[in-house]
């Protein structure tokens, strides 16, 4: 079975400053998805950014990148320029085609003014 | 992306009562989702919503105790019945296969509170 791991529960970074969120997977499967979501204290889950396995390129989105290690199965998440705003829970999701999201145990993310 | 309207954002309720999660999407979407998300934790899928069918849940959930409805492409409820303490979480509604992505967007969740 897919698994998603999050070995950081808690993070701290200074403003303006960059941070690098951890995460690793399980799979047999050469073809999936792989998702960055944050949680803020509203409550409301968005989405940062997408992978797709068969993409080399690591995706990027303004201050938001990864670096994804497909043989290594590792998929993390650099916060560039870290904004009051960034604080929150990080959830890092794994899909194979239109299977289920699978979530890992989330990371809080601190910023320091 | 989608819209995603989920009420009530919050309740406070006794326990052995059944309290209706509602979610509402501003476009027609392929898949609707039901989450449980215990505190501090990570989100755990319930159950699929299929239109003008049974849901489809996980292990672990039953219908008796999450009913769960979809009478449109838009519309989905969710029911927390015969409720205890254990079930004080937040339940979050999730949507994918909009005409313009298929990315999964969330409802802000409601977050439940059985005393």
């Known amino acids: 079975a897919q698994t998603v791991t999050q070995s950081q529960p808690e993070m701290s970074v200074q403003e303006a400053e960059t941070v690098t969120l951890s995460c690793t997977y399980d799979?047999?499967?050469?073809?999936?998805?792989l998702f960055w979501y944050k949680q803020p204290p509203s409550r409301q889950m968005i989405l940062v950014i997408r992978q797709e396995a068969y993409k080399q390129q690591n995706a990027t989105e303004n201050r938001f990148s990864v670096n994804f290690q497909k043989a290594a199965k590792s998929f993390s998440l650099k916060i560039s320029d870290s904004q009051l705003g960034d604080a929150a829970m990080y959830f890092c999701?794994?899909?194979?085609?239109?299977?289920?999201?699978?979530f890992g145990t989330g990371t809080r993310l601190q910023v320091f003014p | 992306s989608a819209v995603i309207s989920q009420k009530p954002s919050r309740d406070i309720c006794q326990r052995g009562t059944s309290l209706t999660i509602q979610c509402q999407v501003d476009?027609?979407?392929?898949?609707m989702f039901w989450y449980r998300q215990q505190p501090g934790q990570s989100l755990t899928l319930i159950a699929t919503?299929?239109?003008?069918?049974?849901?489809?849940?996980e292990s672990g959930f039953v219908i008796d105790k999450f009913p769960i409805s979809r009478p449109n492409l838009t519309f989905s409820t969710l029911t927390v019945s015969n409720m205890s303490p254990e079930d004080s979480s937040i339940y979050l509604c999730?949507?994918?296969?909009?005409?313009?992505?298929?990315?999964?967007?969330f409802g802000q969740g409601t977050r439940l509170t059985v005393v």
């Open positions: 999730s949507v994918e296969g909009t005409a313009r992505s298929t990315e999964a967007f």
């Open positions: 919503a299929n239109q003008g069918s049974e849901a489809t849940y």
């Open positions: 799979t047999s499967e050469s073809d999936y998805y």
């Open positions: 999701a794994y899909r194979r085609n239109t299977d289920k999201l699978i």
């Open positions: 476009s027609q979407v392929t898949m």
